[in-house]
């Protein structure tokens, strides 16, 4: 699993949902260019900020990793 692989994973799900960066920003607080270091893969971010957004677009998941995320 790497950073560019979580990306694809998270802008998948945030298509799905039809959200906008606005709606994410406003369900997590994490701040639309957080949210694009993410899905872009350019920068680094807090493990916090990836797992609100994960929570926020019901990810269980991510690549390999098998144990459902707690908040």
Request: aromatic residues 8%; hydrophobic residues 35%.
């Amino acid at each position: 699993m790497t950073s560019k692989s979580i990306g694809k994973q998270v802008k998948t799900a945030f298509k799905a949902k039809k959200w906008t960066e606005y709606r994410i920003w406003k369900e997590t607080g994490v701040k639309p260019h957080v949210f694009q270091s993410i899905i872009e893969d350019s920068a680094d971010y807090t493990l916090k900020s990836l797992l609100k957004v994960c929570e926020a677009l019901e990810i269980k998941h991510l690549g390999n990793v098998k144990e459902p995320i707690q908040s």
